[in-house]
């Protein structure tokens, strides 16, 4: 029944190491977003996708890498991870209709040591 | 430029009202957002505005002025389960891309 699902919930990693968080939604929604979540609590967009194809791309390093490999799926791959990566990741949907809201996921805390 | 601004903390009482006020100034407007965000949880969805005016769901009310670029969330009868952090967003002119503001904590004290 879960709407939009993200795996894994922590992770807790290196510096210098690669990592992916994955994500799903059931709601068949047409676009699909990261955002990321610092430790002020302020959200921001990373990248967003619509029927798998790149639609924002904000000022975020090469080191992050989304993949959509179908409508209902967009990953996320950070190489080379540093320490000021570490903030919580959520990923969303919403439906192509002005009054359509975000859907989350419940988030995927990265800590980087 | 996006522009978004919440105060940053606000207390109530229980059985009180409170009202979270947003202004914003964006590129483009395609409404505006509010979501609870409890902590360590995800944020989700309250209420929706794109019309000037009042909208109205059981103890919560959110209200927008275009022509000021503001809204308000109200929340009535306080309950210490309302003590959470509100986020206002705007979709701006694309209609792919939700702004946030900074976010409101609120705490509701007995």
């Known amino acids: 029944d879960t709407a939009v699902s993200q795996t894994p919930k922590y992770l807790v990693t290196q510096m210098g190491n690669d990592k992916s968080i994955k994500c799903e939604q059931n709601l068949g929604h047409d676009t699909m977003y990261w955002y990321k979540q610092d430790s002020k609590k302020f959200l921001k967009i990373m990248f967003s996708y619509n029927n798998k194809e790149l639609i924002i791309n904000e000022t975020v390093p090469n080191r992050f890498s989304p993949k959509s490999p179908d409508k209902a799926h967009l990953n996320l791959h950070i190489n080379s991870l540093e320490l000021g990566d570490s903030a919580v990741y959520f990923c969303?949907?919403?439906?192509?209709?002005?009054?359509?809201?975000?859907?989350f996921g419940n988030g995927t805390r990265l800590t980087v040591t | 430029g996006q522009n978004i601004d919440q105060p940053t903390e606000m207390t109530a009482t229980e059985g009180a009202i409170v009202q979270i006020n947003c202004t914003y100034q964006t590129s483009g407007f395609n409404g505006l957002f509010w979501y609870q965000q409890h902590a360590g949880e995800a944020p989700t969805f309250l209420s929706y505005?794109?019309?000037?005016g009042l909208e109205e769901k059981g103890r919560f009310s959110s209200f927008l002025s275009r022509s000021k670029g503001y809204s308000y969330l109200l929340l009535k009868e306080l309950q210490m389960k309302d003590s959470a952090s509100y986020l206002c967003?705007?979709?701006?002119?694309?209609?792919?891309?939700?702004?946030f503001g900074p976010g409101t904590r609120l705490s509701v004290l007995p």
């Open positions: 505005n794109v019309l000037d």
């Open positions: 969303a949907s919403s439906q192509d209709r002005y009054n359509s809201p975000l859907h």
């Open positions: 967003a705007v979709r701006d002119s694309s209609g792919q891309n939700f702004v």
